[in-house]
């Protein structure tokens, strides 16, 4: 089965320092991939998808991740972080030849100081 | 806006007690799920549901019963409540027509079972 592994739990970055969050998942083809993002309180908001083409990918609030085939990666930058860019963060793989739900990975949170 | 309802919001049971989680939506998407959210474990799949009477296992159903009687309301009954229950439920629904398509989460339900 289809996995996903987000290496940091937890990450603090400066405001205005550029952020990546690492993922990374197994699985033999070329899987869809999904970043979502959790604000306190909140429910779980599409941040950006890859499912073919261009591997470099832009999302909503600033966001890009890169599909990278042979590191089984898709990693999500931003530039420059702000404030309200606190949060917790997903990756989701989902494999479309089984055609079976997303499975998500455990989430890294992202606090930022001043 | 995906338009997902989830009630209630919150709830304090008590251990032994049935309780029912409903998810509602407002256009007739075919695929629903059910999540369960738990510090160090994100988000892990109970039910999901594929149409009207159809429905799935995910990876954590134990202790947990679905219904789907009709398209727009997907229910989430857990029939003798355990204090390991309590936690953060999600409702997803699939806009597409396909289990790997992207998903979008309703509000969450806060469950404490004392």
């Known amino acids: 089965a289809q996995s996903v592994t987000q290496p940091d739990i937890h990450i603090t970055v400066s405001e205005g320092a550029s952020l990546e969050l690492r993922c990374n998942y197994s699985?033999?083809?070329?899987?869809?991939l999904f970043w979502y993002v959790q604000s306190p309180g909140q429910g779980l908001q599409l941040l950006l998808k890859?499912?073919?083409?261009?591997?470099l990918v832009q999302g909503i609030k600033g966001f890009e991740a890169e599909f990278k085939r042979s590191q089984s990666s898709f990693n999500l930058r931003k530039p420059s972080v702000h404030w309200s860019d606190a949060a917790e963060y997903f990756c989701?793989?989902?494999?479309?030849?089984?055609?079976?739900?997303?499975?998500f990975g455990k989430g890294t949170r992202l606090s930022v100081i001043a | 806006d995906a338009g997902i309802t989830q009630s209630p919001r919150h709830k304090v049971t008590e251990t032994g007690t049935p309780v029912t989680l409903r998810c509602h939506q407002t256009?007739?998407?075919?695929?629903m799920y059910w999540y369960r959210q738990d510090p160090g474990h994100g988000l892990r799949l109970i039910h999901y549901?594929?149409?009207?009477?159809?429905?799935d296992k995910g990876e954590v159903s134990d202790g947990y019963s679905v219904s789907r009687s009709k398209t727009e309301d997907f229910l989430l009954t857990l029939e003798s409540a355990t204090s390991s229950q309590t936690s953060v439920y999600f409702c997803?629904?699939?806009?597409?027509?396909?289990?790997?398509?992207?998903?979008?989460f309703g509000p969450g339900t806060r469950l404490t079972v004392l």
């Open positions: 997803a629904i699939s806009l597409a027509g396909a289990p790997t398509d992207t998903q979008y």
């Open positions: 699985y033999g083809a070329t899987p869809y």
């Open positions: 890859y499912f073919s083409g261009d591997t």
């Open positions: 989701a793989v989902a494999t479309p030849e089984r055609n079976t739900p997303l499975v």
């Open positions: 256009e007739n998407h075919r695929y």
């Open positions: 549901s594929y149409g009207v009477k159809d429905t």
